[in-house]
């Protein structure tokens, strides 16, 4: 299963005034602090690499439960994990 997928992830701010935006889909059961966590670092990455300014940065998170969200045609809370 992948932890997360980011979409739209650009820096249109140096082509057209619009932020960069990144969005993470994944399935849900992360905690408020590994969001917090997450963001600051994809944040630092777009400042750091994409010379985005801090306050055009956006992150949202979009949690999935695992009855909606299927890899290679199978849901996720019916595949089998292997610890």
């Known amino acids: 299963m992948p932890e997360f997928c980011m979409q739209d992830i650009g820096n249109r701010s140096f082509y057209g005034g619009h932020m960069p935006h990144v969005q993470?889909?994944?399935v849900e059961g992360r905690t408020p602090e590994q969001k917090r966590k997450?963001?600051?670092?994809?944040?630092?990455v777009l400042i750091e690499e994409g010379k985005a300014k801090r306050?055009?940065?956006h992150v949202s998170f979009h949690d999935v439960?695992?009855?909606?969200?299927a890899?290679?045609?199978?849901l996720v809370a019916d595949q089998k994990r292997t610890p």
């Open 24 to 26: 993470i889909t994944w």
């Open 38 to 44: 997450i963001a600051e670092r994809v944040t630092n």
């Open 71 to 74: 890899e290679a045609g199978v």
């Open 55 to 57: 306050e055009n940065i």
């Open 65 to 69: 439960s695992s009855t909606n969200y």
